[in-house]
């Protein structure tokens, strides 16, 4: 019996030949050449590591939706108190600065993340929670540190630093069992 494996998800089918369904969160469908039917079957090896990167990836789209948010939200701030209250320029653009290079880090946060909960690969994941502690004081900054502090800029910062939270115990949690599957299968040899 003949039977073929690919890629179930409609992301990853114009990469079919590289990600051989291995790499899919999302599952294999396997075809039989007796039936015709698909099969779905699951890549992970547990559904504790499936629920950990479903609960990561609703986590990262949240976050990302909120980033933007946040960005548009803190560049209007930056205006109004650039315009009613008396700001230095050396002030005003550390502040920005500080905003840019949160974008950089979140969008290199996001790209590793993405990559190692996907793949389970555990060196992408570490990454990725290397860079979420320089995010978080990049929030707390928001809320605490700048020389203006608004109600709404302790409501952005606050909820920024609680996705970034959340985000770091799930990150630890799957890369925990990134190095448990790795460890486990390293013994089975």
Excluded at 44 to 67: H, R
Excluded at 74 to 94: C, H, N, Q, V
Excluded at 142 to 152: E, H, K, N, P
Aim: glycine residues 6%.
């Amino acid at each position: 019996m003949n039977v073929w494996k690919f890629c179930a998800c409609k992301a990853c089918m114009p990469f079919h030949s590289i990600c051989a369904g291995v790499n899919c969160y999302r599952g294999l469908r396997t075809m039989t050449a007796l039936s015709g039917r698909p099969v779905v079957g699951k890549i992970y090896s547990s559904n504790s590591q499936q629920n950990v990167a479903v609960a990561i990836a609703v986590v990262f789209f949240l976050n990302k939706i909120y980033d933007c948010v946040f960005i548009i939200g803190e560049i209007a701030l930056y205006i109004y108190k650039g315009t009613f209250l008396p700001y230095e320029a050396s002030d005003i653009g550390l502040e920005a600065a500080l905003l840019a290079l949160l974008v950089i880090l979140d969008s290199l946060r996001f790209a590793f993340g993405a990559k190692g909960y996907l793949t389970q690969r555990l060196a992408a994941l570490s990454l990725c929670l290397l860079l979420t502690p320089a995010v978080i004081l990049i929030g707390i900054h928001v809320m605490i540190w700048q020389t203006y502090v608004m109600r709404i800029d302790y409501i952005f910062g606050a909820i920024l630093v609680s996705f970034h939270a959340l985000e770091f115990c799930l990150l630890l949690l799957a890369s925990l069992m990134c190095m448990m599957r790795s460890t486990s299968s390293f013994d089975a040899r």
